[in-house]
């Protein structure tokens, strides 16, 4: 397994959690697909665990009240120096800000925010928490993604938050944009058009490493998810889009330089 360097510069990917409605079933799910083991994490917003591989964070799984029906989804968090200061920015740049800034025990401090697009991500401002501690293996985030229906209208939003250098894919009918901090990719946009779904809207995808991308893939299956796109061949090495047993969307894939 390959360490994360432990301090992130700002807009780097960091961290993401899921809120579910079945915390147990749902550990369970990804102890099985991912390898995973669990230990409490800070309680503000309820119960909450970590994930972990060898004792090492990678993801954070929390439960909703009973009386709460959000969306399921993955939530991609990117670093910050200063919650507060970025909260501020958002707003500026024509964001909301949902939750927070608030302290997350001695761990850290965070906020939950969307973009202009209405796509949902979160902030973190380290302390003893830092984000995920591994990279490269089974079942550690690998690459983030943002999927929207054109780049055109949040790229700005994105780089007067973090400063980003922006690398377009030159092409008249994909708009892909690469995020670079210090010339190194970090995430990307992706505009979709019409094949962005109403009943997600945009939304940040989660890129989680696997050994086997088809077998991973059938284990998905059997575990009570489901497979909305087959395995396939990608620029990046084979992928597949999944979703586990309450809706939240990922994708699985065996990275080309594996």
Not at 190 to 210: C, I, K, P, S
């Amino acid at each position: 397994m390959t360490e994360a360097a432990t301090r992130r510069t700002p807009g780097t990917p960091c961290w993401v959690s899921l809120m579910v409605h079945g915390l147990a079933a749902t550990e369970e799910f990804y102890g099985a697909l991912f390898g995973w083991e669990f230990e409490p994490g800070p309680q503000q917003l309820g119960p909450y665990v970590r994930g972990l591989l060898d004792g090492k964070e990678i993801a954070g799984i929390g439960q909703l009240p009973p009386d709460r029906h959000l969306p399921i989804a993955w939530l991609t968090y990117l670093a910050t120096d200063n919650a507060d200061l970025t909260a501020e920015t958002i707003r500026s740049c024509g964001g909301t800000v949902g939750v927070g800034p608030l302290d997350a025990a001695a761990a850290g401090r965070m906020a939950i925010a969307a973009d202009p697009a209405g796509a949902v991500f979160g902030i973190w401002q380290a302390a003893a928490h830092t984000g995920t501690a591994v990279a490269g293996a089974h079942g550690t985030p690998v690459w983030n993604e943002l999927i929207t229906r054109e780049t055109s209208s949040v790229d700005t939003f994105y780089k007067a938050l973090f400063g980003y250098d922006v690398e377009a894919v030159v092409s008249a009918d994909f708009d892909f944009l690469t995020l670079r901090l210090r010339g190194r990719p970090v995430a990307s946009l992706h505009g979709v058009g019409r094949g962005l779904t109403r009943d997600r809207g945009a939304h940040w995808m989660t890129y989680f490493e696997v050994a086997d991308t088809d077998t991973a893939a059938r284990l998905v299956t059997e575990l009570g998810g489901q497979v909305l796109q087959q395995p396939r061949e990608g620029a990046n090495g084979r992928h597949a889009t999944v979703a586990d047993p309450e809706g939240a969307v990922f994708t699985i894939v065996r990275s080309a330089d594996r």
